[in-house]
């Protein structure tokens, strides 16, 4: 009988896609999707360590599979991701859960086949993370799962050391891939019938200046968007330090590109973006926002935004709600500030105390609800462009995003699912809308 595997997935988008490698890697291998956990023969954890809440989360899984594992010892827990990378963290793991079989790190998951072989052979548990990053191993067999979407990673790491943020730590440094493998891998994905595409990277400006390529981010992206074909053009993260106006005209020539910007700007007030080492001021942040609209007066921005950072005071966080109500986003991430050891920040004075960070978010999550929900009443008759990625059995309609992210709803006899529809807005419905279906091609 073939063997199953099961993934569990933590964090951002970057480690979303890099479980798509680890399916391509065990489907290498023989093994099938499991349903779930109780039907599977390996389950791999793929980590994120980002706040302390996302470490839980997957300490909780992990300690619930116990039982599990004595009932079935042939099954094959992995652990791998950014937690894994964090110092010390592979021996924590390892008292606390000795059931745990492998550990690797999001600095080696393409050594995942190797340890899996190992550990089939040895009784011993197989623990090995690597330290510091290495050349950039070009890994072609992904298993995608999201399609008409395709996530393509153009750099990895990040050289920025925001003072709160440990993914400097546990990414290591940046490393750009050749503008030629990107763009081959866009134009295979294109060809396979993908209708959107998202460059990621922790940092897409800096695209580049580890000195792989002369080529900046400006330049691939026009180089991208250059493929021919019929799809949507993202890309995630901008850092505002060195978002720029080659960008934005590199998406004025090509209509494929969204129009829609994540410029994560943080914080509101001058004094904690310095202490949080962002290099940029607020002034700065909102006049490349002016500039973004004044080439496109409908440009849509969402951003990240971290309260209760030691220090803080409520007029800072007031700057930030101002702040907030200027940009007029689409929406935000909200996050509380969480210390993560090895951080500038968690060595800081003035922690601010839980109850004062949850009244902060609270209120920030409304004023960002308010501003998602004022715009979704704008959408109410207008026609807009979805691309249908989905359908809702239970709603018994067809789902899908406009090129601003907006989810949209709407009912149709044929399977849409990779194409691009018009739909007539009839409800919005908080950040939903909902629509008939008018063209599709
Ligand atoms: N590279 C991206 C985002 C990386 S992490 C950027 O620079 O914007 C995603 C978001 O998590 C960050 O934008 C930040 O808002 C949040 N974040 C990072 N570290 C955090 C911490 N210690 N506590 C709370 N939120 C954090
Ligand atoms: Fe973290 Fe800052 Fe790098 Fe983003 S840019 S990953 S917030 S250190
Ligand atoms: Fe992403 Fe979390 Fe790692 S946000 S880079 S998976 S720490």
């Keep these: 009988m073939q063997e199953k595997y099961y993934i569990v997935t933590y964090g951002c988008q970057m480690n979303v896609h890099e479980s798509e490698k680890i399916a391509g890697i065990l489907r290498g291998m023989g093994y099938t999707e499991a349903q779930g956990t109780e039907d599977a023969d390996i389950i791999v954890f793929n980590t994120c360590c980002i706040r302390e809440n996302a470490e839980n989360h997957a300490f909780g899984n992990i300690g619930a599979l116990k039982k599990l594992k004595k009932q079935k010892p042939h099954l094959l827990i992995a ?20 059931f745990i079989d492998i ?23 197989v623990i090995e993370v690597r330290e510091k990053e290495g050349e950039i191993v070009e890994f072609t067999g992904a298993y995608r799962t999201s399609y008409p979407n395709a996530w393509v990673n153009i750099m990895y790491g990040c050289n920025n050391f925001c003072s709160y943020c440990i ?30 595409i998202t460059l990621l990277g922790q940092n897409v400006n800096s695209y580049g200046s580890d000195g ?44 494929k590109i969204c129009r829609l910007v994540h410029l994560p700007v943080q914080s509101g007030s001058n004094e904690i973006l310095k202490a949080m ?4 001021t607020r002034e ?10 004044e080439y496109f007066p409908e440009a849509e921005v969402t951003t990240d935004i971290i309260v209760g950072f030691p220090g803080e005071t409520e007029e800072q966080y007031l700057e930030t709600e101002a702040l907030v109500k200027e940009v007029d986003y689409a929406s935000a991430f909200t996050f509380v500030y969480s210390p993560r050891s090895g951080t500038k920040a968690a060595e800081m004075e003035n922690q601010i105390p839980e109850e004062v960070q949850k009244d902060r978010i609270m209120r920030l ?25 989905d359908y809702d059995g239970k709603k018994d309609l067809y789902l899908g995003r406009d090129e601003f992210g907006r989810m949209g709803y709407f009912k149709s006899e044929k399977d849409r699912v990779g194409q691009f529809v018009q739909i007539k807005i009839t409800k919005a419905n908080g950040i939903s809308l909902y629509g008939e279906l008018i063209e599709a091609k």
Aim: charged content about 35%.
């Design 103 to 125: 550990m690797f790190g999001a600095l080696n998951l393409e050594e995942l086949e190797g340890l899996i072989v190992r550990k089939k052979n040895q009784k011993k548990k």
């Design 284 to 293: 700065k942040y909102l006049s490349e926002i002016e500039m973004l609209r």
């Design 79 to 98: 652990v791998g991701g950014c937690m894994t990378q964090e110092k010390g963290k592979t021996e924590v793991l390892r008292k606390k859960f000795p």
């Design 365 to 389: 999550v409304e004023l960002v609800n308010s501003l998602t929900r004022k715009k979704s009443e704008k959408y109410l008759g207008k026609t807009v462009e979805i691309l249908c990625e």
């Design 167 to 196: 993914v400097p730590y546990v990414r290591g440094r940046e490393r750009s891939r050749k503008p030629e493998h990107i763009l081959n891998e866009v134009r295979e994905l294109v060809a396979e019938g993908y209708k959107e």
């Design 277 to 280: 080492n962002r290099r940029y």
């Design 212 to 255: 792989t390529t002369n080529v900046t981010f400006a330049e691939l992206l026009d180089q991208v968007a250059s493929i021919e074909g019929n799809f949507r053009l993202r890309f995630m993260t901008s850092h505002p330090k060195d978002f720029n106006e080659d960008i934005v005209k590199v998406m004025q020539k090509h209509r």
